[in-house]
């Protein structure tokens, strides 16, 4: 038993979150107690993962990726890794029975963005399955401990839920990924030819994911649902933000929800909440 070490390496995640989103930091404060330290870690988790394929110019990312990858297994199997982020997440994977399908697929669409630069639909849709709704599904299994029936029933508006987040980041970021990371993720579209029929198109799809995973949130376990409704709601008013700029606007600059907002979201939501609404 290691409880200081297991505790100080939880920690670091939560930093990680903390400094990473608000958004989700916030509506992870709000989950019961029992599953705040294992969504910290699936988050510092996916977080660190993402930032060795974003934001490590200079270096050898597909080795770094490689490693990281290498030593995520290796902390699975021995149960312990010197690496904070990687104990607490392998802590959480042995915990909920995380399955390794999810965690490869995850790992897969990392390395997509080594090498790929823009999608057609059957890679577009590969990319959001393992970069967005496996993080989904790693949470689901945190919050229904073990009830594989409950898990089944959730997983396709987790799945949709995770989508949605995905596909408002990249609205969100058409600018920074087009011209950083050289990315457009929208099959078929152009960044330098953004259109109003483009943007009309992937937000009715994006309105159709946030629709399916309502569904979901609704049903999910007491201790959970009201996080996941609050980071639900942020993500909504960022979507109706982006969905009232002009596709312009939308590629020139950073959408964003001021923290003054989320913290108003927050509180309008703790009463719904309270109101038994959600």
Known sequence: ?????????????KLI?????????????????????PIYAIYGFVRFADEIVDTFHGHD????????????????????SLNPVL????????????????IEAFLDSMEMDLYKSDHEKASYDTYIYGSAEVVGLMCLRV??????????????????????????????????????????????????TFTEADKKAIEDDIQADFTHAMEGIKRLPK????GVYLAYRYYIKLYEK???????????????????RKIFLLFT?????RAGLI
């Open 61 to 80: 990312k597909k080795g770094l990726l490689d490693r990281f990858r290498e030593e995520t297994w290796r902390a699975i199997e021995e149960k312990i």
């Open 143 to 192: 919050f229904v401990e073990g009830d594989s029936d409950q898990y089944d029933s959730l997983k396709d508006s987790a799945r949709s839920l995770g989508a949605a987040f995905q596909k408002v980041n990249f609205l969100r970021d058409m600018k920074s990924d087009f011209n950083e990371r050289g990315r457009v993720y929208f099959p078929g579209v152009d960044f330098t």
């Open 269 to 273: 939501s703790a009463v719904r909440n």
């Open 223 to 226: 201790g959970a649902r009201f």
């Open 87 to 102: 104990h607490a997440f392998q802590e959480t994977v042995h915990q909920y029975h995380i399955e390794r399908t999810l």
């Open 17 to 37: 979150t903390n400094r990473y989103s608000t958004s989700f930091s916030l509506g992870i404060r709000v989950f019961d107690k029992r599953f705040r330290g």
């Open 242 to 260: 982006i969905r009232n700029a002009p596709c312009a606007l939308v590629t020139q600059q950073r959408i964003r929800v001021p923290d003054s």
């Open 1 to 13: 038993m290691m409880p200081l070490y297991d505790r100080v390496c939880q920690e670091c995640s």
